[in-house]
């Protein structure tokens, strides 16, 4: 498969009157289409300004940052950002909040919308397509958050701890619906989360981070079988040996 996110040598420096600080340096890594990688690192790593560069939401001060061969200059149509929080908006019906994408990026069409209920459909939420964010649980309002994403057709899917606003129970139903939707789509998906058994349980492959100024540490390619759920791979034989050396990685780092 070919290489749907690549980053060479990015690197990012915040500067102020004072001082200047050196958040990412030379970073390096690529994303294959449809898979599903994560990325891990220490406290205060920069994980969460990594998905605001590959979104384009910031520029890197040096380096390259390529979305299908092409330079991410700006915010990319074709990338979908899902949030910590589902920051739904309660004034809206769940079919509303659905569209927001389509609106803001001006393809709010009826091929597009039909597409939009469709999703809502499919993933078991058709009746509360009326409802209002306050009726659903916190579950099933980021199966909407996840849905919102999906809207717009994006290709790849930046997931910023979707999850950690969800009880422990919750959290893991929702990581395998999550799963499940975007694998079903066929979408590619980068993952921040501080839950080294998260990680496990959902990527394909997981990169841990230095410390700030963050870079590749270690790379880590996972070979469960690819018919497990995120559930049932917590209970396969390598997972607590997986868990283990990551561990040891971000606290040695």
Excluded at 48 to 56: F, K, N, Q, R
Excluded at 133 to 149: D, E, N, Y
Excluded at 157 to 169: M, R
Aim: proline share 3%; charged share 30%.
């Amino acid at each position: 498969m070919d290489d749907i996110l690549k980053l060479q040598n990015v690197c990012l420096t915040y500067q102020s009157d004072l001082f200047e600080t050196e958040a990412v340096k030379d970073l390096s890594f690529s994303v294959k289409e449809k898979e599903f990688v994560s990325i891990i690192g220490p406290s205060g790593s920069g994980k969460t300004t990594i998905l605001s560069l590959i979104a384009g939401l910031m520029p890197a001060t040096r380096g390259e940052i390529l979305y299908k061969g092409k330079e991410i200059k700006k915010v990319c149509e074709n990338i979908g950002y899902m949030l910590q929080r589902d920051e739904l908006f309660s004034w809206r019906t769940i079919e509303k909040n659905v569209f927001l994408p389509l609106e803001i990026k001006k393809i709010n069409t009826e091929v597009n919308r039909s597409r939009a209920i469709e999703l809502i459909d499919k993933y078991g939420l058709k009746d509360f397509s009326k409802s209002y964010p306050s009726q659903l649980s916190g579950g099933m309002r980021q199966r909407v958050a996840l849905i919102r994403t999906l809207s717009s057709n994006p290709d790849l899917l930046l997931l910023d701890e979707p999850f950690s606003a969800l009880d422990s129970q919750t959290r893991l139903k929702v990581v395998n619906d999550v799963y499940d939707i975007i694998k079903r789509e066929g979408k590619t998906a980068v993952l921040v989360t501080h839950d080294i058994s998260e990680a496990i349980s959902l990527s394909d492959r997981i990169i841990v981070l230095t410390n700030r100024p963050a870079k590749v540490y270690k790379e880590h390619v996972l070979n469960f079988d690819k018919t497990l759920s995120p559930l049932k791979r917590r209970e396969e034989r390598g997972f607590s040996k997986t868990f283990n050396t990551l561990w040891r990685e971000l606290n040695n780092e």
